[in-house]
């Protein structure tokens, strides 16, 4: 039997959860239809996805149909839980995403696609609610060709249940070659369909109402015909996707297996075996011997475990793209401070993007988070789950910094008895890329060891920017050249040195004006009536923020705006159009990640950042004379340095240029 991991993913209310429900239904894993707006839908099973009649929280259940196993995950679809769900696609063969036939392509769904592009999951797409008033299915899929992707096909079928010739043409004018074989043969064979949604050229639609069921025999049927498996490595390996703790606070390690086998009592990392192997169906789970390549378990006994960590033979995934753009502190009112910490690490231990601080000095715990409804969960998590009564305040924007040119930094450390001298290449990364870490000095002239300790110590804590202390993105830095002794140089020389030496080359950025700060910004879908447009138009200028466009809707007199604007502007805006549209308009946001900030002058101000005075990260040199250290300031380190500079300042403008 073929056995395939699929996720539901989806932008809130487009049917979700209802659509998982009617998969578990037809496929006889439920008895009776739940429903979300009733609390007792199958996958739903948190106290607080019943009350708010959203997902929060990713859930599994396994099901069969014909000759197809199907595990399947099911995903938040709010915004503001985009992280667990960012968690669950590197483990997908296929995803289903959901799409309603009277919503258009919202920015989320947008972001979901990007997403699904990055991990390289192939998607089926289920256009839900097919049976509402205007609903047009023409006219969704050419917004879904025109926002998404050509590729999106409507797979129907003919009377001999074959693609139908209009599914055919599509799909063949996705690939050169496909398209050519058609033209001869009239004809393609399922596997050169199955090859080409595998590598997400073409992207079966199918359409349908999910509450009544329909629709829902044709995607399974396609699911089965159009699928295959991946091909599972020899050696054992597993990449975790999710942590929880179970009702009874046991700690669990969500994973999928990629190769071998996965027997219970394995030692999964040092000292730590893996004691249960269950494998859930909503909240119920059967404790099971051994797990094979392809499918999804969770494990107890690991302590150490976190998302996207690879397991065995299995790579770490890559790092989510998706984060948070807004830091909270804790506020824990009557609670013990250190009760709050303890219950706050758990949290981040099962959300990592959480990123959950304590300042000892300020006696203060810090959270980051997506938006006001995760905000909202957490304070009810911490009630339900440790008997805590704390709230959040103090929203702050979450500031990056970054460069704009080249250039190459130098540190040198060398109190008496140690040495090591570092230069670092600086250059402006592609947006959204992070800082990335290489080398190209020859092991001729710095050995390959100490080149490892430099290209460690680098990524082993937050590199800050000098404009705000802010954490420092898009950066690419590489060794291009340092110095060490056989005689004096110990574990640590290089950290020190190669800290300063990218402190030395941002001052010196900073001094050319080459440093920028960045922001968040939304995408926003803004639906009020055509009367307030001009209303709202003002308030996106008076953000900062731009619209890309403006459409009428057929029905009810609106107007839909979308466009872009800074988060720091635009956080709070949902109080306001429910003011002035007296609640019947609204203002849905995704994050789209981050772009130079409009007000760079004020939050340099606000902030009163002395990068010279930021004792854990030095911009000068520690040199060495007459048996004592002494430091030299980050402008004077060129006149003092060991090693002449490897780029000159043409040099460097060209690389700047071509940035």
Known sequence: ?????????????????????????????????????????????????????????????????????????????????????????????????????????????????????????????????????????????????????????????????????????????????????????????????????????????????????????????????????????????????????????????????????????????PDQKANQLRVYQGTKFTVVPSVAAGEVCALTGLTDTYPGQGLGNAQDAMPAQLESVLTYAVDPQAEDISTCLAAMRELADEDPQLHVTWSASRQEIRVQI??????????????????????????????KETITAAMEGAGHFEPLRHYAEVHLLLRPGKRGSGLIFDSTTSVETLPKNWQHQVLTSLPAKQQLGVLIGAPLTDVHVTLVTGRGSIVHTVGGDFRESSWRALRQGLMMLR??????????????????????????MNDIQQMSGQIDDSQDTTADDLTVLTGSAPVSEMRDYARTVNAYTHGQGSLEYTVAGYRPCHNEDEVIAAADYNPTADLANPPGSVFVAHGAAYTVNWDKVPETMHLPYVYSAKQLAEMTAKA
């Open 1 to 269: 039997m073929k056995h395939i991991v699929t996720g539901i993913v989806a932008h809130v209310d487009a049917g979700k959860t209802t659509l998982s429900e009617a998969l578990l239904y037809k496929t006889g894993a439920i008895r009776t239809l739940g429903r979300v707006d009733q609390g007792d839908a199958f996958l739903d099973t948190d106290a607080m996805e019943k009350k708010r009649g959203i997902t929060i929280f990713s859930h599994q259940a396994e099901l069969t149909y014909d000759d197809l196993a199907l595990t399947l995950l099911d995903t938040p679809g709010h915004a503001d839980f985009a992280a667990q769900t960012e968690e669950v696609l590197p483990v997908l063969d296929y995803a289903i995403l959901v799409v309603s036939a009277t919503d258009g392509i919202p920015g989320y769904t947008r972001t979901l696609w990007h997403l699904l592009a990055r991990y390289h999951v192939p998607v089926y797409i289920f256009v839900n609610k097919m049976d509402a008033r205007g609903a047009d299915q023409q006219a969704v899929l050419t917004q879904l060709q025109n926002a998404l992707s050509a590729g999106c096909t409507a797979f129907n079928l003919d009377e001999q249940n074959q693609l139908t010739e209009e599914a055919l043409e599509n799909a063949a004018m996705q690939d050169d070659a496909v398209l050519g074989d058609y033209l001869v043969s009239g004809e393609l064979s399922d596997l050169t369909i199955q090859q080409l949604v595998a590598h997400r050229q073409v992207f079966p639609v199918y359409f349908g109402s999910a509450l009544k069921t329909k629709g829902i025999t044709a995607l399974l049927d396609g699911l089965v015909r159009w699928t295959r498996p991946a091909k599972p490595t020899a050696a054992f390996g597993a990449r975790v996707f999710k942590i929880t703790h179970d009702k009874n606070g046991e700690r669990l390690t969500w994973v999928r297996v990629t190769g071998g086998e996965l027997v219970a009592r394995a030692e999964l990392v």
């Open 370 to 399: 997506m938006g006001v409804i995760q905000l909202e969960v957490l304070r009810q998590m911490m009630t339900d789950r440790f008997n805590l009564n704390v709230d959040f305040v103090q929203g702050r924007i979450l500031y």
């Open 511 to 536: 001094a050319q004006g080459k440093c920028i700060v960045l922001e968040p910004w939304y995408d926003f879908r803004l639906t009020i009536s055509r009367d307030q447009v001009g209303r709202a």
